[in-house]
């Protein structure tokens, strides 16, 4: 008989190993697209009047200086690595810290002020640059300005970001449900939906839910399989940001919007690892599906930077397929981002056993979720 497994097991044996592949395959999916939106050949004239060109004498003309952005985009790059390494990692570490571990007050208070920097980084940041770059005069007037095409991803982006987030939970409950009869059975008549399980020696388990035919997943297991998603489908939606602002920022010699950039974007991937991290953790993933995880939020917008840097001599902002591309792909971050914040993590945690437990912790909560709100509100006046 096949011995038998806890939950947290269990769930890394059928589930741990999606989230590599999946982030794999979105970033090899955005690269070749960056690649096509800079082959294009698309380059709009820079001459004085053309579509999207600076007038030397201007502010902004003056702020063009490569040797100084170029220096500014390697201080970015360490910077922002570092940050993100922290931010990430720094949840953690704190099962080694009483205090701060999964379902601790600290931790639930530092969670609400990622999720509410998360939040904000959609309606705040992400959505407003698809309005600019949609709506800018370098595209044809008929179609992009005659229909909201932002909104209008964003709300599909939300859309399918349900889908995952549902198909998903349905197929590692029905793959689970499938591979745990070799140490578990049913025994029992069904009270009210209940049922009680048994291992080989007769000893009880646990109470499981549901009916026959049912996945039989208890309440511990299924709460896991939803941080697991969770986290998964999160990552997806920071890495498609992460890369468009890494190649944005690689590929222009504006000095003084990077430099701004620079600081924004560190407190930006710090206290947005934060809320990734603490997924992550809550999910109870191997150590090398964390340990990828990791390594994908960290290393996408520097190395998005990196390829921007490459690119530049090629790409440009003002080009109507650079503008078409990233301003899709921001609308579409921006509804992954907005429905993960409220959904997955804001609704999840307000509204789940602890917190609903507690009016002084959700006092705190929503404290500290308005906190990283605004923090990062405050961070859309320089970025």
């Known amino acids: ?48 009047g053309g579509c999207g060109a600076d007038d030397p004498s201007s502010s902004l003309g003056r702020c063009r200086n490569g040797p100084e952005a170029m220096k500014l985009k390697v201080i970015a790059i360490v910077s922002i690595l570092a940050a993100s390494m922290l931010g990430v990692c720094l949840p953690m570490f704190t099962r080694s810290v009483p205090a701060l571990k999964p379902n601790s007050n600290p931790f639930v208070i530092v969670k609400a002020f990622a999720s ?103 309440d511990g297991e299924s709460q896991l399989l939803r941080h697991r998603v969770v986290a998964q489908v999160l990552e997806l939606g920071i890495v498609v940001h992460s890369v468009v602002i890494g190649l944005s920022m690689g590929a222009s010699d504006n000095a003084c919007t990077i430099k701004s950039l620079v600081a924004a974007l560190c407190f930006h991937q710090l206290f947005e690892g934060m809320g990734l991290g603490g997924c992550i953790l809550q999910g109870e993933f191997g150590l090398k599906v964390k340990a990828i995880m990791v390594f994908f939020f960290s290393i996408t917008t520097p190395l998005g930077i990196v390829l921007g840097i490459g690119l530049s001599n090629v790409y440009s902002e003002s080009s109507p397929t650079a503008l078409i591309v990233v301003g899709l792909l921001n609308a579409c971050s921006a509804g992954l981002l907005n429905y993960m914040a409220l959904v997955d993590l804001i609704a999840l945690d307000f509204m789940g056993p602890k917190l609903q437990g507690s009016m002084k912790l959700q006092v705190f909560g929503y404290g500290a979720l308005l906190l990283g709100a605004g923090g990062m509100s405050l961070m859309a006046k320089w970025a």
Request: hydrophobic share 40%; net charge neutral.
């Open 1 to 48: 008989m096949a011995p038998l497994l806890s939950t947290g097991e269990q769930c890394r044996r059928h589930c741990g190993r999606a989230p590599p592949l999946t982030t794999t395959l979105l970033l090899l999916l955005l690269f070749l697209i960056s690649l096509q939106v800079v082959s294009a050949n698309e380059e709009i004239s820079k001459s004085k």
């Open 116 to 218: 509410g920097v998360i939040l904000a980084t959609g309606y705040m940041h992400v959505l407003p640059d698809s309005f600019e770059y949609l709506n800018s005069d370098c595209l044809p007037a008929d179609p992009w300005a005659k229909f909201p095409f932002t909104t209008f991803i964003a709300m599909l982006s939300a859309v399918a970001t349900q889908m995952v987030d549902s198909f998903a939970m349905s197929y590692y409950r029905k793959l689970r449900a499938r591979t745990s009869g070799s140490g578990t059975r049913v025994s029992g008549q069904a009270k009210d939906g209940v049922v009680a399980a048994e291992d080989g020696r007769g000893n009880g388990l646990e109470h499981v839910h549901g009916g026959p035919g049912e996945d039989h997943l208890g």
